[in-house]
């Protein structure tokens, strides 16, 4: 809804990536002033088409909406992006389910380059619900021992150097800096910043400081990194959910 340039660019990138995979994607683009009831009117209209099988909002909703309501109308079934309270649900009670698609996609990174999460002391800094914390749960249903570090933390360059796998997700740039990591420790660089550059436009860096790269043993980028893996999780996600549904109702 409305025209907040972030999420023009990221609806469009997602619409291209649904192409090049083969998925229809339909955008219904809303004016900022569009009231509630017609944005619900419309996720109940996906949500009883046969011929839609995943629904997306995409957030931030304008001001003058609350998103809770409208997160939870989305048919759980459909829930591709995982963040209905019955896909949070599941998530924490280790149930299979659909999951949200940034915590899935690292899930995904660790995974395809074989490093280990079983056993490793993970922290997470940041605790929204966006990221941090099903990220936690993730974890933990992988056997990490976890711990969530947040704002409200006290010394947390202690608690970041205990880490042996470090998540950060606090969308502060260079918030880790290399006197807080484990030599050797996995970095994952959730955040994504606009600075000031020379340009006058802007560019994107994380929340780890690059100098992190000589002490690390691995370390995402950004741009690049997790951020393309939370689209493909979310093609992911469509495609399990279209399987559930056809399980649920063969077609003829
Ligand atoms: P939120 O603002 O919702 O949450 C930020 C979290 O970080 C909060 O829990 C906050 O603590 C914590 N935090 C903030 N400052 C500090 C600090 N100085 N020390 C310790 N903890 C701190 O952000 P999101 O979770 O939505 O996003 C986080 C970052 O990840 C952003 O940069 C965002 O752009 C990026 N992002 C990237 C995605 C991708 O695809 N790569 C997808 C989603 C997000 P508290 O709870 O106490 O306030």
Redesign the pocket.
């Known amino acids: 809804m409305g025209d907040d340039p972030a999420s023009v660019a990221y609806v469009r990138g997602k619409a291209r990536k649904a192409a090049e995979v083969g998925l229809r994607s339909t955008v219904h683009a809303l004016p900022e002033a569009t009231p509630q009831a017609e944005l619900l009117a419309l996720i109940a209209q996906l949500n009883a088409d046969p011929a839609v099988h995943g629904v997306l909002v995409q957030l931030p909703l304008p001001v003058h909406l609350d998103p809770q309501p409208v997160l939870d109308a989305v048919l759980p079934a459909k829930d591709v992006d995982g963040l209905h309270p019955v896909s949070t649900g599941h998530l924490w009670a280790g149930q299979p389910g659909l999951r949200p698609?940034?915590p899935a996609?690292v899930m995904a990174l660790l995974a395809f380059y074989g490093l280990p999460v079983a056993g490793q002391r993970a922290v997470i800094?940041?605790?929204?619900?966006?990221?941090?914390r099903p990220l936690a749960a993730l974890l933990l249903n992988a056997n990490a021992t976890v711990t969530l570090?947040?704002?409200?933390?006290p010394d947390?360059g202690a608690v970041t150097r205990e880490a042996d796998l470090l998540i950060v997700?606090?969308?502060?740039a260079h918030?880790i800096t290399p006197d807080m990591v484990r030599p050797g420790a996995t970095v994952i660089d959730?955040?994504?910043?606009r600075v000031p550059d020379e340009t006058g436009q802007g560019r994107l860096t994380?929340?780890v400081h690059p100098g992190v790269a000589g002490v690390a043993g691995a370390l995402t980028p950004?741009p690049g990194?997790?951020?393309p893996?939370?689209?493909a999780q979310l093609l992911m996600n469509t495609v399990l959910a279209a399987e559930a549904q056809q399980a649920q109702s063969p077609q003829p």
């Open positions: 698609c940034t996609g800094v940041g605790r929204s619900a966006l990221v941090g570090a947040h704002s409200r933390t947390l997700a606090a969308g502060r918030l959730v955040g994504i910043n994380g929340d950004v990194g997790v951020g893996m939370t689209v």
